[in-house]
Each structure stands twice: as structure tokens, then as C-alpha cells.
């Protein structure tokens, strides 16, 4: 599936379920001082959660992002991994004071495994480590696995806020297996290893609390969901590539750098040649 039919797909079937459209906002936010670019899909939203008039109550949106510097940055991983970028296109669904935990992880697996039929055996997930909400979700509504649901810390599945405020809450991440191939190796891989086996691509974020600039955290006025998948990792588990650098995100990029350097995209440059993709992209 080519990446410009996943992004119709996805604001397709969360239309179909009442969501808005809303354009990617721009990627220097014009609203919050506090961040220098817009860094997820619900940047453009943190106001709803906190009491600001609500047009709609559900949204969703295909958010070009940078993470360039400051928290959340991955610009020093690009080139070292093959699967973060300094821009990417989140693709979310957000509600704000409507649906909650049940109805975002049924939206999520019915989108994944109904609309796009990727394979459900190797899927996992995590959740925050108290979340029993949302464990028993993916175990007794969804199916899951108990083998295939992972309870993880504040490092993995708590998400926000973006900037120095706003709303946060415990998250429950979804991650392709891609096998032991892809792998560190280490008896103990598994969900949470920073290796390339287990790939996270959906992170769905239940944000309750408005984090206050002194890091206090108050009950957030609407709680609701706050989701974000990689348009680029999920474009490379639908294309059957090896990476997020073969999909056709980045394949004319590839064909421009050897045409221009005059170098051929091998193993040992693969790194510099994603290094300068990424970063064009970005600039671009
Ligand atoms: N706001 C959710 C995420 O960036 O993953």
C-alpha cells in the first residue's frame, strides 16, 4: 500500500467513526511559546483539553512534525537506527472530554487488522505499568494474548507534556515483532529494547492531567486520547521493504543523493546516505 493510500485510509475510517478533519498545523506553532516546532499531532490541540471552546469533540489529522533539539529530539539517532527521522508525519486520532480507553484501542485494532489486515500474530503491546484498564482492554475485549502484552515504566508509556505544559497521561504503545533477525540477540529482547526487533509504531496516549510549569499535575478538564503512528514506520511494515529509507517516502530521495554525489547506496554508506535524506527532507 502506497503511503498517500494510508494517509486516505486512516482519515477515512476515523471520519467514518465521527472524528474532524483537521489540517496538519504548522510546523512552527504559532500558539505555544514554549516549543520551537511543532513535535506531534496534538500540539495544535493542547487547548481543548484544558477548557477551550470545542468546535468538535473528536479530531484527527496527518501532523507533519519536527524532532530536531530539546526533549523528545532524535535527530542523534537518525543514520544510527533505521527507523527515526528528524521530520515525520503523525498520523492521530484525538478526543477531547468524548471517548476514552475502550473505544481508542478498539478504533486502533479494527483500523489495523480490519482496514489495512495486518497479520495480528506479531503484533504486541504495552501499557503503563498500574494500567490494569487498559491491559484488561487488550486482553478481554481485543483478545491479546496475556504473552503478548508488556507492563512498562515512565520512560516507555508516559507520554507529554509537548513543550513545558499541558496534557500527559499513561499511554499503551502497539509494536510490529520483526524477528530475531533484526534483533540485538540478548536473551532478555523484548518490547522496550532499543534495538531494531521490535519496532513501535502507534502510540496511544490517555492524556488526564494538565501538567502544570512547576511539573505539578492536575485532573485535566476533558481527559481523552491523544494518538500518534509514524505515517513512515507504518508505510514501511504495509510495503514490504526492509526499512523506513526503502518506502516510497524516501526511495526518490535515495535516487537523487546517487545521482547528484555520484555514489552508489551501499551497506557501508547507508548511514550518511539516510543522514543526508532525513535532513534534506526536513529542511525541505
Ligand atoms: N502525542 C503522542 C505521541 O507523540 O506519540
Redesign the pocket.
Known sequence: MKSAEIRKAFLDFFKQKGHTIVKSDNLVPQKDPSLLFT????VQFKPLWIGAPLEYSRAVSIQKCLRAGGKGSDLENVGKTLRHHTFFE?L?NFSFGDYFKKEAIEFAWEFLIHVLKIDKEPLWVSVYKNDDEAYDIWHKVIGLPKGRIVRLGDKDNF??P?GDAGACGP?SEIYIDLGPKKGCGRPDCSVGCDCERYLEFW?I?FPQFDQQKDGTRLALERRGI???MGLERLSFIMQDVNNNYETDLFKPIISAIQKISNVKYSTANKPAFHVIADHIRALT
Not at 39 to 42: E, F, P, S, W
Open positions: 513535535t506531534a499531532g496534538m503523525m492521530g507520554w507529554g509537548a499511554s502510540n496516549v491523544d494518538t500518534g
